[in-house]
């Protein structure tokens, strides 16, 4: 758009007050400011561009008749004191519209997650979003060392970049309790892994977890669920992969649904090791360690910066306190199952 589309009511008194400011000299005055800053708020509400608003502003200002040529310096000043505070109230209205929006966003979010509003309400506002429930979504969630809240600079980024990069798709960027949401249409399967890289690097670091594509208004409640678990057992694990997708730990709540069961395989199998010298974390620590690195003691060494030596040793001290064999393929699906339900349950630091 330029500036010669832009309705003479975005203009009104401009040319008379340069008029008047040329003959006298004057500034402007507090009332005439004001008109600016409000017809600047009134032109970003009908969502004319900046850039052909000052345009505009510049143009009328080429028409107006200096009376003499000193005259030229106090009418550049009040056309830049003039545009100055249009673009002030143009801002200021940006500033309450994005407000609005991210209000309107956290609002939504929190319905949807929390089943505050009734389906067929629900659904009419998620379009606005660019979301239809009656569709497959995933959500990412992002955490970070620190919480990050709507319109930080961390969420800020990371959709500019959503946003150039996807402009046309159904993606919805939110925060929620300190950390980062992405939910996308299932069928989208670029955005969650591109939120994810983004997310990673804006946060210095942070954590990512994906949910699987969930059909349905319930749908996203239940992949925002399952990435919040993810999250959550990476934390009880030690995982330290930057980004975790909950459909490859889905055997960690197979072992876990049966508390008691595993609670007794863990005492059974690994509650000799507390009668160690120094404890049964140390122990916990090298079974975790050999398994994690394919049962290669070398590598399992060099990950708890340990002489091979040493980690020989110690495996050897496992075995004869178990009575179960690390090396041995007939006893290790059991204690690495231990060892998994050990980190779940936080053993030995909780009694079971």
């Known amino acids: 758009m330029t500036g010669r589309d832009i309705p003479e009511q975005y203009l009104d008194g401009y040319a008379r007050i340069?008029?008047?400011?040329?003959?006298?000299?004057?500034?402007?005055?507090r009332e005439e400011i004001e008109s600016?800053?409000?017809?600047?708020?009134?032109?970003?509400?009908?969502?004319?561009?900046?850039?052909?608003?000052?345009?505009?502003?510049?143009?009328?200002?080429?028409?107006?008749?200096?009376?003499?040529?000193?005259?030229?310096?106090?009418?550049?000043a009040a056309v830049q004191q003039a545009v100055d505070a249009f673009a002030e109230g143009y801002e200021r209205a940006q500033r309450l519209a994005v407000r609005q929006?991210?209000?309107?966003?956290?609002?939504?979010?929190?319905?949807?997650?929390?089943?505050?509003?009734?389906?067929?309400?629900?659904?009419?506002?998620?379009?606005?979003?660019?979301?239809?429930?009656?569709?497959?979504?995933?959500?990412?969630?992002?955490?970070?060392?620190?919480?990050?809240?709507?319109?930080?600079?961390?969420?800020?980024?990371?959709?500019?970049?959503?946003?150039?990069?996807?402009?046309?798709?159904?993606?919805l960027l939110t925060t929620k309790d300190g950390r980062l949401l992405c939910i996308a249409a299932g069928h989208e399967e670029e955005v969650l892994p591109y939120f994810a890289k983004q997310a990673h690097a804006a946060t210095d670091g942070g954590t990512v977890a994906i949910g699987r594509p969930q059909p349905g208004p319930g749908g996203v409640v239940q992949s925002y669920e399952e990435a919040l678990n993810a999250l959550e057992l990476a934390e009880r694990l030690g995982l330290d992969e930057p980004v975790l997708r909950a459909a490859d730990l889905l055997v960690y709540p197979v072992l876990t649904r049966d508390r008691q069961a595993m609670a007794d395989l863990v005492r059974g199998t690994l509650g000799p090791l507390t009668t160690a010298r120094g404890g049964a974390e140390p122990l916990l620590d090298t079974l975790t360690a050999y398994f994690d690195s394919g049962c290669v003691a070398a590598e399992a060494a060099r990950r708890l910066s340990l002489s091979v030596r040493a980690m020989t040793y110690r495996l050897e001290r496992i075995r004869k306190l178990t009575g179960a064999d690390p090396a041995d393929p007939a006893h290790r699906y059991m204690l690495q199952t231990a060892v998994i339900g050990a980190r779940l349950l936080d053993w030995p630091a909780r009694d079971l």
């Open 36 to 76: 600016r800053r409000i017809l600047g708020e009134q032109a970003a509400e009908a969502g004319y561009g900046l850039r052909a608003l000052v345009s505009a502003h510049l143009t009328a200002a080429r028409a107006v008749r200096s009376p003499g040529p000193g005259s030229l310096e106090s009418t550049l």
């Open 18 to 29: 340069l008029a008047d400011v040329s003959a006298t000299g004057r500034r402007l005055n």
């Open 101 to 171: 929006e991210e209000a309107a966003r956290r609002e939504f979010i929190d319905d949807l997650l929390y089943g505050r509003s009734d389906l067929g309400r629900l659904a009419e506002r998620a379009e606005r979003f660019g979301l239809r429930l009656s569709h497959a979504h995933a959500v990412a969630v992002a955490e970070g060392p620190v919480a990050y809240e709507e319109g930080a600079p961390v969420a800020r980024q990371v959709e500019r970049a959503l946003l150039a990069r996807f402009d046309n798709r159904s993606v």
